[in-house]
Nanobody
Framework: QVQLVESGGGLVQAGGSLRLSCAASGSIFSINAMGWYRQAPEKQRELVATITSGGTQTMTNYVKGRFTISRDNARNTVSLQMNDLKPEDTAVYYC???????????????WGQGTQVTVSS
């Protein structure tokens, strides 16, 4: 089985910073895209940022310029540096990875359990 383990969430004041990390482990042939989604109370889950193994990035405009996503392909990890945090960034942040389990197989998406990020005014 594949597991995604997240760390780095917490409570910060507006304007502060947090760094989220996610490590994938298990029977993995390769990982295409890794990234972060978030879900605030009463709202649906939304994309924050993703990055492929080749470095192609996708990021919501709400965090562009404040957040930075990075990845270590060799370690199957992805990190999200979050600066200038705002109260509207408060959400549960979920790591996501598109994983190839076998050389012949397609992509299977896996999710982490989520880590809470709370930004106070």
């Amino acid at each position: 089985q594949v597991q995604l383990v997240e760390s780095g969430g917490g409570l910060v004041q507006a304007g502060g910073s947090l760094r989220l990390s996610c490590a994938a482990s298990g029977s993995i042939f390769s990982i295409n895209a890794m990234g972060w989604y978030r879900q605030a109370p009463e709202k649906q889950r939304e994309l924050v940022a993703t990055i492929t193994s080749g470095g192609t990035q996708t990021m919501t405009n709400y965090v562009k310029g404040r957040f930075t996503i990075s990845r270590d392909n060799a370690r199957n990890t992805v990190s999200l540096q979050m600066n200038d945090l705002k109260p509207e960034d408060t959400a549960v942040y979920y790591c996501n990875a598109a994983v190839r389990l076998r050389a012949w197989s397609g992509w299977t998406e896996f999710w982490g359990q989520g880590t809470q990020v709370t930004v106070s005014s």
